[in-house]
């Protein structure tokens, strides 16, 4: 599969470090599968590394700690409950604070309302991302509106 990656890469002439390949919490922990080789040599080329649907698995911190990785995506779940229990703001704050004292970035996903964004500001959240500022688009969709 890297082979084909770096051979597309190559034949579309794209910048590696404009790419970021995400890969969700459980297949990241799982220690079965040799994750962590691939995810070096995908940050060898320039790719950034992310680890999708955070919070929703089994993470270990040593297995985190061990990754190759650049982002911390906090799952949709979360952002949908930020003010459905004060047990749920601590654990968006502990993600977003475990994110930002291992350097990484951290993304949070699926925020619908403005208040759900204000929080994570305030918090000091990289990215945010939702239907608050726009609905997927197709291609064709995206050209037509920007």
Sequence with gaps: MLIKMKQAILNNKIDPRLLEIEVTESIAM??????????IEMKKIGMSVAIDDFGT??????RLHELPIDVLKI???????IFGSEKNRAVINSIIDLAK???LKIVA???????QVDFLKAKQCD???????????????LNEHF
């Design 30 to 39: 799982n220690v079965n599968v040799d994750v962590s080789s691939r995810l």
């Design 57 to 62: 698995g089994y993470s270990s911190l040593s």
């Design 75 to 81: 799952d949709k779940k979360f952002v949908d409950d």
């Design 101 to 103: 004292n291992l350097n």
């Design 109 to 115: 996903e699926g925020a619908e309302i403005k208040e």
């Design 127 to 141: 990215y945010i991302q939702g239907y608050y500022y726009y609905k997927p688009l197709t291609a064709k969709e």
